[in-house]
């Protein structure tokens, strides 16, 4: 009989812990997902940012507006979508103006 009791103890152990690392492996794939959002801004917010500066000491310049249905050639000519990043939240954020262009930025070469 307490044989039988011990092999019970064990297995919901060893369940348990399965269960466990389960539920840690499910928590780090929810928290490993970035999404991507728009935010809108104006020009004159963009200039004053601390963002610009941000990019711009990455070697960012040429940053300018473009309609979303041209975005794809853009970055085929060496442009990139500018993003404001929120880490905690894991969220991307496109800046976008009121006519719902796309902010790019161009690497010095």
Do not use: C, H, P
């Amino acid at each position: 009989m307490i044989a039988a009791l011990e092999w019970v103890l064990s297995i919901a152990t060893v369940l348990g812990g399965i269960a466990a690392i389960i539920y840690f492996i499910d928590v780090r794939r929810k928290k490993s997902r970035w999404v991507e959002k728009e935010k809108e801004v104006n020009s004159s917010w963009w200039e004053t940012s601390a963002l610009r500066k941000q990019y711009e000491a990455a070697g960012y310049e040429n940053f300018s507006w473009s309609n979303s249905d041209l975005v794809a050639m853009r970055v085929a000519e060496g442009k990139e979508v500018i993003y404001e990043i929120d880490e905690g939240n894991r969220i991307k954020y496109k800046l976008l103006n009121k006519s719902r262009q796309v902010l790019l930025g161009q690497k010095s070469t």
